[in-house]
Every structure is written in structure tokens, then in C-alpha cells.
């Protein structure tokens, strides 16, 4: 139910506007029956410049990187073995890779084994991993180990095409070759 | 749950766009302000709807849009200051014939703008024939003209 007389009380606050009693008139507008309140006016004007700026900002924001793939924010960590290359904005539903650069330093290997945790798989659909591994095992503590052949120079890099099922910050964990490399993305809704 | 929350989300980003991009942006509906609309409508699609193509989920997603507008037109009826925080303001923008340039400038419409209405709206010549000229809520430009007597 209504309250009437709170109906009563909003409608008197509109006559106000109507007359603006006691302010003198920034127009002679007075015979016209019009809505008109000069100081909210003004504010929504602030506001209103206010927004311009932020869609300015979010354009910028989105060219350098901070609102998904862009200039500045394509990541690399790791160095020596392992090497990722990764977005560290991305965006729910968007696929994003993954890029490992692996490089054994000590000593040839015929394959290599690489293990991603399973807290960041998680939250992803992995829809192509290339080159196509020659096994995957799930052991059942940290994460998923998928194992590659190794290229004729001794290096190798994998990439993984992934699609984030849930918005959120992600923390990845890569393994291979006696390293780890640690790695944060966020997920935009 | 997430249709909803798509919905609304979508709702309230064009509510805020549009209201800061102001009155005039799709006011005039120029063929490339059309073009615009489209491809706004377009791009707002995906975002609405995801790769959920279910007829569930599109009944969900215009239920919620048009429930959201029922529920903020009893609001705005209810709570005035709502009614004028989203829908803004009439402006007087001509008095007694006399521009008034801060408005205008404030609200991005120029002399010509006016002038093409009081041609359309009421077949007059110039400016001090026009008694008032209102930017309305809607982004149209209103022209009461001065009595021929």
C-alpha cells in the first residue's frame, strides 16, 4: 500500500521546483509551467563531464591492457627453463593462451613433463593444447601433467588456448623441467 | 541466476551511458545515429544473451528488462527525485526569443538545432519569433512561438 500522504509530501516538492519560491528566476521563464531546478541542474552537468571522463579513461584503460589482452599487460614471467607469456587481464567467456617456452639447461631430455595446477585449470575449459601432448595424467595431488616431445634443438613451446568459466583472480602454477613459475590473472566479468 | 544478472547488468551500463552521454546523443536520429543504435544493440546482444541460446534463458533475459523498467516507471512515480536523477530535466533553452547560450552550450545544441525545429514544429522564421524553445527529457527540442498579434 501507498502511503498518501507521502505521495502528498513528494508532489509539494515538485511544485517547488515548478516556482522555485524564493530564488530569483535564471530565466523569465515563469509563465511557462516547466520542471526546472538550476542547482541539480549544474550537478548533473558535473556529473555528466565526470562520465565523459571515465569513458575516456576506460577506452585508454582498455587500449594499455588494464581491461583485458592489451599493450602493456602481455605478461612474461620465469626465466631459464620455464618461460610463460601470458594476458594478465582477460575476459569471462573470451579465450585467452597460454604460452610456455620450455628450455632444458641441464642436460637433453626426449620429453618433457609440465603440470599446471589444478585450482587454476579448474576454472577454465582447456580447448586446445598445441603441440598435441603425448600423455596427460591427472596424479592426484597438485595438478594436471601433460608430457611433450621435445623439438629437434631441444626446446619446446606449448601453448594452451583456454576459456575462463568464472570471472575472478586466478592463481596458476606451472611446473617443469625442476621449476615453478607462479603467475596471476584476473578474470573480467 | 545468471540471465538476470546479465539483464540487469546490461540495463543499468546503457541507463548510466546514455544518461552521461546526455540528452542530444541519440535524439536526433541521423542515419548514422541509427547505424549507431544498431551496432549498440548488436554488440549488447552477446553480453545478454552468452552461449546460453535456450528459450529459457531468452524469455528470463526480456522478463527481467521489461520487469526492471515496470518496477523503475512504479519508482520513479513514487520517488520524483529518481524520476529526475535518471531522466533529467527540461531545459529552457530560448526565452522571449533570446538564446540561452549557457544552456546550450551545457547541453550541446546550437542555434541551427533550434532554429530547424521551430521550422518543423510550427513553420517559423526566426529566432524572435520563438517565444520558448524547451529541451525536453526525451532529447527533442520543444518551440512554443510568440502570439501573432
Redesign the interface.
Known amino acids: 500500500m501507498?502511503d498518501p500522504g507521502?505521495?502528498r509530501e513528494?508532489?509539494n516538492?515538485?511544485q517547488k521546483?515548478l516556482h522555485r519560491e524564493g530564488q530569483p528566476p535564471d530565466?523569465?521563464?515563469e509563465?511557462?509551467q516547466?520542471?526546472?531546478?538550476p542547482a541539480?541542474?549544474e550537478l548533473?552537468?558535473k556529473?555528466?563531464r565526470f562520465?565523459?571522463w571515465?569513458?575516456l579513461l576506460s577506452v585508454v584503460a582498455a587500449i594499455l591492457g588494464y581491461l583485458g589482452p592489451g599493450l602493456m599487460t602481455d605478461s612474461q614471467v620465469g626465466s631459464g627453463s620455464v618461460r610463460l607469456e601470458y594476458n594478465r587481464f582477460i575476459h569471462y567467456?573470451a579465450v585467452t593462451r597460454l604460452r610456455i617456452h620450455l628450455k632444458p639447461t641441464t642436460h637433453r631430455k626426449d620429453h618433457i613433463d609440465l603440470q599446471l595446477n589444478h585450482q587454476y585449470l579448474d576454472r577454465f575449459q582447456v580447448q586446445q593444447v598445441t603441440p598435441y601432448p603425448e600423455g596427460v595424467r591427472a596424479p592426484l595431488v597438485d595438478g594436471v601433467v601433460y608430457t611433450f616431445a621435445v623439438g629437434s634443438n631441444g626446446d619446446s613451446v606449448v601453448g594452451f588456448d583456454l576459456l575462463p568459466l568464472y570471472p575472478g583472480l586466478l592463481r596458476g602454477q606451472v611446473e617443469a623441467l625442476d621449476e615453478r613459475v607462479d603467475f596471476k590473472q584476473f578474470v573480467l566479468? | 541466476m545468471e540471465p538476470v544478472v546479465r539483464a540487469l547488468?546490461i540495463y543499468v551500463l546503457l541507463m548510466?551511458?546514455f544518461?552521461?552521454a546526455?540528452k542530444r546523443t541519440l535524439a536526433q536520429i541521423t542515419t548514422f545515429d541509427f547505424i549507431l543504435l544498431l551496432i549498440v544493440s548488436e554488440a549488447t546482444q552477446n553480453a545478454l544473451i552468452?552461449?546460453n541460446y535456450s528459450l529459457t534463458n531468452a524469455a528470463l533475459v526480456i522478463v527481467t528488462l521489461v520487469g526492471t523498467e515496470i518496477g523503475l516507471s512504479v519508482l520513479k512515480e513514487?520517488?520524483?527525485?529518481l524520476d529526475?536523477?535518471i531522466e533529467?530535466?527540461?531545459?529552457?533553452i530560448v526565452?522571449?526569443g533570446r538564446p540561452?547560450k549557457e544552456h546550450m552550450e551545457?547541453a550541446r545544441v546550437d542555434e541551427s538545432d533550434i532554429l530547424t525545429a521551430a521550422r518543423e514544429l510550427q513553420g517559423l522564421e526566426r529566432m524572435d519569433q520563438i517565444k520558448?524553445a524547451?529541451l525536453e527529457r526525451n532529447g527533442a527540442i520543444s518551440v512554443?512561438p510568440k502570439s501573432r498579434t
Open positions: 501507498s507521502k505521495n513528494d508532489r516538492e515538485g521546483w530565466t523569465a521563464s509563465g511557462l516547466i520542471d526546472q531546478d541539480f541542474q548533473a552537468w556529473l555528466q562520465g565523459w571515465v569513458m567467456g566479468p | 547488468a548510466i551511458v544518461r552521461i546526455g552468452g552461449n513514487k520517488w520524483p527525485r529526475k536523477w533529467g530535466l527540461p531545459l529552457v526565452d522571449h540561452i551545457r520558448y524547451v512554443i
